[in-house]
């Protein structure tokens, strides 16, 4: 198999560089002997790395009739973007409804090695979620339950131990001795959707919950001044925090303060995509908010009010927003995308020798401030980019 070289500059170091790939292998990284105009557009990075997919571009994963071609059409769109591992996130919901959704994951990773090394594990967010409007988001309330050791081992039973991930609100009697053992099995403990208490907080990252997820959303709308659930997870330095960057979850300065607090090496970037994620602008039928209005601006409203209806953001748009609006600097903001989701997976997401080549090339358009995909590699295959 004949070497392929991508150049640009890397989004790490700035420095104009080309990858040599082979055989699906990084072969070499090494600076440019160009001075860098042939290249000046392009950037860069390793993969992005996405720990909450809903679904994309009509494309559902909580759907009641999900099937494997679903998941494998969906990778296949994700990876057009850029994202070359992600984490398919299963919503609350019956046992039925999840075991469903978990099969036809597990069921489209055997089909295609392509899925396969997109997708390590699933993330389960809910359903042992709060109840409570605000935290509850847009989660049914007729499915929230109780975490039970024994339905979790159905999960994965079922499924072929397809859950890596699992999302829960603390403030259930038995919360903590559940981590325990999620830890236990290897799964990884998220807190979100939550009105727990900080004591109920602090008790779930003393058990093993290593994450909040798309912290500052999953809430109550009314909260007090302290404590309370946002507090208590900014100030505890064993919580990676994930945030929706997209303009809309979260102001701008909202997001200004979570990275300083937190720090830009323990943020990673989500997009917490739906079904409706880059469609075109129009009314669509949902299955969870009825009428949803998809804007021009990527932004979803349950049509007729200014609700969001989930996020119609993907991960190269969270960065573009967060580089736009002057709140890092792109190889931060990259690095928010690919080596702290990464980390956080105990993976690698570095563009060094001899690691698997998952790389992204991309400019940033200078009039639009967004992000446009040039190629995509992920291992020894090339996606169409859009």
């Known amino acids: 198999m004949s070497a392929r070289i991508l150049s640009g500059r890397d989004t790490a170091s ?33 993969g992005f790395v996405d720990l909450q997919v809903n679904g994309y571009r009509g494309y559902d994963l909580n759907a009641t009739d999900i099937e494997p071609e679903g998941v494998i059409a969906l990778t296949r769109e994700l990876l057009a973007v850029g994202v070359t591992t992600f984490l398919p996130t299963i919503i609350t919901a019956s046992e039925e409804q999840i075991i469903a959704s978990l099969r036809a994951i597990a069921r489209a990773r055997q089909m295609d090695t392509a899925v396969a090394e997109a997708i390590p594990f699933a993330h389960l967010e809910g359903p ?17 339950r109780a975490p039970h050791l024994a339905e979790f081992d159905r999960w994965q039973a079922d499924s072929g131990c397809t859950v890596g991930l699992v ?14 053992r999620l830890k236990a099995r290897g799964v990884r403990v998220a807190i979100g959707h939550t009105h727990a208490t900080n004591e109920e907080i602090s008790a779930a990252v003393a058990a093993g919950a290593t994450l ?7 809430i109550a709308s009314m909260l007090p001044r302290h404590p309370n659930p946002i507090w208590t997870q900014l100030a505890d330095d064993r919580l990676w925090a994930s945030l929706i960057a997209d303009g809309h979850h979260l ?9 300083r607090a937190k720090g830009i090496e323990r943020c ?53 927003y967060l580089v736009r609006s002057g709140l890092t600097s792109l190889g931060d ?22 690691a698997q080549a998952n790389i992204v090339q991309f400019y940033m358009d200078d009039v639009s401030g967004k992000i446009e995909i040039q190629s995509v590699i992920a291992g020894k295959r090339s996606f169409h980019a859009r």
Request: proline content about 5%; aromatic content about 4%; overall charge negative.
């Open 268 to 320: 990673i970037l989500v997009s917490d995509a739906v079904a409706l994620a880059g469609l075109p602008t129009g009314i669509y039928q949902a299955p969870i908010g009825g009428k949803v209005e998809v804007r021009a601006d990527g932004r979803l409203n349950m049509a007729g009010t200014n609700m969001l209806a989930g996020s119609g953001s993907s991960m190269k748009d969270d960065i573009a």
């Open 128 to 144: 042992h979620i709060h109840a409570e409007d605000g935290a509850r988001g847009a989660h049914p309330m007729e499915h929230v």
């Open 212 to 218: 909040s997820t798309h912290l500052g959303n999953g």
């Open 14 to 46: 700035g420095n104009f560089v080309e990858i040599e790939i082979e055989a699906g292998l990084i072969r070499d990284v090494r600076i440019s002997e160009n001075d860098g105009q042939s290249a000046i557009d392009s950037w860069l990075s390793s």
């Open 167 to 180: 999302t829960l609100s603390p403030h259930w009697p038995g919360a903590q001795a559940y981590i325990v």
């Open 251 to 259: 102001p701008a300065e909202t997001l200004k303060v979570i990275l």
């Open 333 to 354: 903001a990259v690095r928010m995308a690919t080596i702290n989701p990464a980390r956080f997976l105990g993976q690698s997401a570095e563009l060094t020798v001899g």
